[in-house]
């Protein structure tokens, strides 16, 4: 546990980079802040001291002014040092936490496109930008908080020397329980109890919210709370697990702790109680009473003290977790570059012998996959829903890397292309298109920012989306989800299939391009492909089999394999896989006919 904290530590500091130095001073200035906001004690003592020797002649005592400015003088200044040992562990923190998001953010971009898809934008954002800006209290102030009271015990020690070590000692016995109950609550075999409560919060919070995005569901089909065992077990899971820890394990740590940290005083009286007969016989009695008087006001300072670092656990635990959260972004594999690449000598793709299966899966998406597509073809991929398709399409542009076999591009295996000239080469436009709340013109200029506006005109006219500009306030200049300007999933496509044209790469990888499509929106996404795929090396997922009867070549996937591979012709007879789906196709096209309405079709 202890070993684990310095590690985190470490891990912290190395995000500091140059702000490491800042970092230690602001430590440094908060355990000198310490020391100096103790002195003003020692003035008490003093007054007592002189006060007692002159006894009752109070006036004879020359130097209380002096203890009192001194008093002050230390109490101000330890307040300044303070301000400015947090002033450097702010600083140092709030650039920590920026370079934690740009070290980030710059790995993000290392990694496969695919990374993004399995992780969406809001999580990425929780996990790093969340997680830096939690390593901040910590940084800012739990440490310096930590120094300071280590700084105190030291400083707790030495006046023991100076005073009376059987006063002292009550009171750093007191301090001693404390940080001793704290630990007992946290660290050693708790520490794995502490995390399971915790754990369980998290996956509490997290079905939380998964319920109230299912609210919806929930109302259409009228269930109730209930209906959601997931989000009542997490409850229920989170609440057996919190009585276990709070009931079981800090029930009396945490009393003990609370008694120790706010009643040093229960540890100091019985002592003076006990000293003070032998003190009197001694005739010692002036300074045992200076003695009492110093450690009865310095008992306060411990009390703050104590109470700092019960927050500065809290400080540890909360970096702990977020310093995971930010290594899952930073431990995300990214994509090996080649150190000399090698240029496409043609727009040709071809698939030999690929075999791929996603991280944490033990059955494989694709399963030794060979087929081409020679420059200028058309090649078509179709089958069951979950056949492969839209993997075998994400590994062209390298949303992932190959487990084996190898995907080439122009005769180059893609992993030996420059990823710049790769994403050149190639325009995709898959089922989940992302659109950016800008306007229109924006959108479309992303796939070539240099584009002029008559180029975007030109590329939404080719695309179809004449009547999408007709319709909207500011035409290409609108902003798209801003006041209730919203584009159907079909409009939304042929948006997409416009930044494609803009982008005028030689290969095109279609997914799924008219899944959402309604009737008139198909008729006009046709038009925009046809525009689109002219004279490229196209790889299309369609489900609808009359956009692919014109491929040159189709094949078939089903369970990650290619079962079929022909023209459209040549399937159709096969009596195979394809003409089994060609014939159902048919059947449902005519069904949809009769029934005198066509539906929206949906995988
Ligand atoms: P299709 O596009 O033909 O419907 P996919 O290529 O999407 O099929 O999926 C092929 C297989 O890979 C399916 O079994 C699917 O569950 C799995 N799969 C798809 N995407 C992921 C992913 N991001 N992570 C894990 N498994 C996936
Ligand atoms: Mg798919």
């Avoid at 702790?257 to 040093?264: F, I, P, Q, S």
């Avoid at 229960?266 to 009492?292: C, D, E, K, R, Y």
Wanted: hydrophobic share 50%.
């Amino acid at each position: 546990m202890k070993e684990k904290k310095q590690n985190d530590f470490t891990a912290l500091l190395g995000y500091a980079g140059s702000y490491k130095g800042l970092t230690f001073l602001g430590l440094a200035l908060s355990a000198v802040a310490m020391i100096l906001g103790m002195a003003p004690y020692v003035c008490i003592w003093l007054v007592a001291r002189d006060l007692i020797a002159v006894a009752p002649n109070w006036t004879e005592a020359a130097n209380i002014g002096t203890y009192g400015w001194m008093a002050f003088g230390f109490s101000f200044g330890g307040i300044l040092v303070y301000f400015a040992a947090l002033m450097c562990t702010h600083l140092a923190a709030f650039r920590t936490a920026a370079n934690i998001r740009k070290q980030g953010v710059a790995h993000m971009m290392k990694t496969p496109l695919g990374f993004f898809d399995n992780n969406g934008s809001g999580f990425l954002r929780n996990r790093l930008d969340g997680g830096a800006a939690e390593t901040e209290t910590l940084l800012a102030h739990n440490l310096a908080d930590i120094v300071g009271t280590a700084a105190m015990f030291v400083a707790m020690i030495v006046l023991m020397f100076v005073f009376d070590w059987r006063m002292g000692g009550a009171c750093l016995l007191a301090a001693v329980i404390s940080v001793v109950t704290l630990y007992s609550m946290m660290g050693g075999k708790n520490a794995a109890l502490m995390m399971e409560y915790q754990t369980a919060q998290d996956v509490m919070s997290k079905a939380g919210t998964e319920y109230v995005r299912g609210i919806p569901v929930v109302k259409v089909f009228q269930q109730t709370v209930y209906s959601f065992k997931a989000f009542k077990a997490a409850i229920e899971d989170y609440s057996s697990k919190a009585e276990k820890y709070t009931g079981g394990v800090c029930c009396v740590p945490q009393s003990v702790n609370l008694t120790a940290t706010e009643g040093v005083f229960i540890f100091l009286v019985p002592v003076v109680l006990l000293i003070a007969p032998s003190a009197l016989s001694a005739g010692s009695f002036a300074g045992f009473i200076t003695n009492f008087a110093f450690y009865a006001v310095f008992s306060a300072i411990v009390s703050t003290a104590l109470a700092r670092i019960m927050f500065a656990s809290a400080g540890l635990m909360l970096a702990k977790t977020a310093l995971g959260r930010i290594d899952t972004v930073m431990n995300a594999p990214v994509l090996e570059t080649t150190k000399d690449p090698k240029v496409p000598r043609d727009n040709g793709i071809v698939f030999h012998d690929v075999s791929f299966t996603y991280e944490g899966s033990d059955v494989p998406a694709l399963d030794h996959v060979s087929f081409a597509a020679s420059p200028g073809e058309t090649v078509a991929l179709v089958g069951p829903s979950g056949g492969g398709k839209t993997t075998a399409a994400s590994l062209i542009p390298r949303f992932w890397d190959t487990s084996s076999g190898e995907v080439l591009v122009g005769g180059v295996n893609v992993k030996d292309v420059d990823p710049h000239v790769l994403m050149d080469k190639v325009a995709f436009v898959f089922q989940n298109n992302r659109l950016f709340k800008t306007s229109i013109l924006e959108n479309v200029r992303a796939a070539r920012p240099n584009a002029s506006r008559e180029q975007v005109e030109a590329a939404l006219k080719a695309a179809q989306c004449g009547d999408i500009l007709a319709k909207l306030p500011d035409g290409m200049d609108t902003v798209i989800g801003a006041k209730g300007t919203y584009l159907s999933g079909g409009e939304q496509q042929r948006i997409a299939l416009a930044r494609a044209i803009l982008k005028d790469a030689p290969i095109i990888v279609l997914d799924e391009a008219t899944a959402f499509a309604d009737p008139e929106n198909e008729a006009l996404i046709q038009k925009a492909l046809r525009a689109l795929t002219r004279g490229r090396t196209v790889v299309m997922i369609a489900h609808r089999l009359s956009t692919v009867t014109g491929a040159d070549r189709i094949i078939v996937l089903d369970e990650g394999r290619v079962s079929e591979q022909g023209t459209h012709e040549e399937l159709a007879k096969a009596g195979g896989l394809y003409a089994r789906m060609w014939e159902d196709y048919g059947k449902a096209v005519k069904w949809k006919i009769t029934a005198g309405k066509t539906e929206k079709e949906a995988d």
